[in-house]
């Protein structure tokens, strides 16, 4: 075993609204459906060796060999659907999970912009958000904020589509959560929410995120917890000063659930630099885990940059792991 290069390789799977999607509030959101997720874990369950993230961490470190065909679960943004859905599908099948919580969700009650976005996209048509994003832009041009016009900006990023997303939706989400000026983006959102979402933030906020009761329960349980930022920004974006403030932020408000001296870092949105990376093993991270879309392989990786799947990308979404 310790010689197979299979031994080496590491499936890391990547999940975010998992739930009803058909009786839930707002079934255009982009989630895996519940029967989905079920069926899913008992496909990864059948054909790969489901791991811990301590396991993982051994690994790292050259103190334990992985199985072949090793899989990891990450569930990021620390949704309630984790705790009331995903959990209990994996201790059915005894296995764990790793889930990536933003402070702010569960000690001020209060939206993530990442997820303004997630639901005024699965609230209106992308041409429809388009043409309101653009008139709230043009009102706010050249008042309060400075900022280059429409057709340079859609130039720049509205030219591409992604993986899961049409160049519409993807200029719509770059716009919003990276940009336009922060305080402009946090107000843009809300004005569009408002408009298509129609219930208050702070009502949604209490329904869709974690209480630290449920964070407790699921650390209780067996489930690993780690680190994703307090406020969700794009960590390698931001100042030195505000992307260190933002750890220590999140450190201090996770610090119950995380070992201090082994900690695990998933990058919000997987926007990460040098500085963030130098930070965070000054600070007792141990690993980090990116959005690069293939199949980490753990003697060739940076532990501080490790790609990960989508759960779209296994059955019965797709094979498209195979590939990768």
Known sequence: MKNSPEAKKLHVVMYHYIRDLAHSRYPGIKGLDLPLFREQIGFLKQMFRIVTMEEVILAARGKYDLPEDALILTFDDGYIDHYTYAMPVLEENNVQGAFFIPGKTFTEHRLLDVNKIHYILASAAPQKLLSALFERMDYYRGNEFDFPDNKELWAQYGVRAGRFDTADVLFIKYILQMVLPEKLRNRISSDLFKMYVGVPEELLAYELYMTEEQI???????????????????????????????????????DEWIDRNAWVMNYPYGNYNDQVIAYIKNRGCCLGFTTEVRTAVLDRDDPFKLPRLDCNDFPPKSTNYKGM
């Open 216 to 254: 407790r329960a699921m650390k209780r349980h067996g489930m690993h917890i780690g680190i994703h930022g307090y406020d969700h920004y794009w960590l390698g974006n931001l100042p030195e000063a505000k992307m260190e403030a933002d750890i220590d932020q999140e450190l201090a408000v996770m």
